[in-house]
């Protein structure tokens, strides 16, 4: 009897775990999709960043530093590339910008998420205008973005200090 009843209950529990819906807590798109099927991607907007949260264990059980995941947008589409950066320890999501020069895959980083401030329109702006100044006709990167932004960083600090090495009428005379 006690057999039946202990039967009785872990069956109960198998047919409720098999019955439930699949669905991963970090698919915002409320799909429910089992695992082979489910996609790694979420939609491109200010929601779903905000609701997004990483999972930080690694299949070997390790905690990983940071979670990169997709944005489902079209592949002809000038935001082909961008994703979301989460960082483990501060929980800080950044917008990078994934794309390729010389078969290497290099990661620029756009900006950081603030609901409200900096979000998925102005990620959007931003995006656009650097593949505009750094690609060609056929969306090929003729020019690093990240040496570009380095360069202009310089030119400024050079201004800089050309400025503060000028002579001061007090000092002339």
Known sequence: ????????VYYWAMTDKTNEPKTDPNNVHGDTADKCTQSKKIKFT???TERFQGNFIGEDGKIKPRVRIS???????VLKGVCLC???????KVFL??????HNTLFLTVGNFIPGIFGVKECETKIHDIVRAHTDDNRKW????KATLHNEQNKISKAVIEESQKLTINQVI
């Open 1 to 8: 009897l006690i057999w039946l009843k202990l039967f009785k």
């Open 71 to 77: 944005y489902d947008v079209p592949r002809s589409s």
């Open 142 to 145: 003729n020019k690093d973005p």
């Open 46 to 48: 200010d929601y779903a």
């Open 97 to 102: 910008l994934r794309y390729r020069k010389n």
């Open 86 to 92: 989460q960082y483990y320890k501060t929980k800080k």
